[in-house]
């Protein structure tokens, strides 16, 4: 599948609004629900998205399994955040075939917990400089993160350099998504 679909479950379509901390969500249908900006999307929700997403990758990829390319999608949907989602999921959807996915990433502002964890992340680099951190540390993807998931790698941070990436891999390897 590819960074495509691993961004597509990470952005939605709520445009950067001050201090707004809720939305609402339209479930497919003509029912929406009110839900925190940066909370974790719906299952309903994260499948709708990645529908949008798989269909935009099929026209323009030629993915011959749109079904699956869904399933790939919600692998671990319930580590991002909802109004990221909708931002990238309406930049990528509303662009043309030969976008660049970090066009539409660019789009989704950080929240105070994502800039924290850069800070420790750069500080834990200086500190363990054979520490692979990798993804856990990649600003542009961790924007993409719940609060909760953020807190969960941020306290990574606190281990020593033996045992940080050791950290890391459990706790990525436990939002359910293959890094």
Known sequence: MGRTCLLLVATLVVPACGGDTALSVSDG????????????PTEQE???????ICLKEEKCQGIGAPDECVDDCLRGYRIFRSDALHTFTSCYEGSDCFVDEDQC?????????????EM???????????AFLGLACESDLMKLFTPQFIGELSSCMDKSCRT???????????SGLDF
């Open 46 to 52: 994260a499948r709708t998205l990645c529908g949008r």
């Open 105 to 117: 990433l660019e789009k989704i502002q950080p929240l105070d917990v994502h800039r924290a964890l």
């Open 29 to 40: 249908g003509d029912r929406t629900t009110p839900v925190s900006k940066t909370s974790a």
């Open 120 to 130: 420790k992340c750069s500080a834990k680099q200086d500190q363990c400089p054979d």
């Open 164 to 174: 940080v990436d050791r950290c890391l891999e459990e706790v990525l390897t436990k």
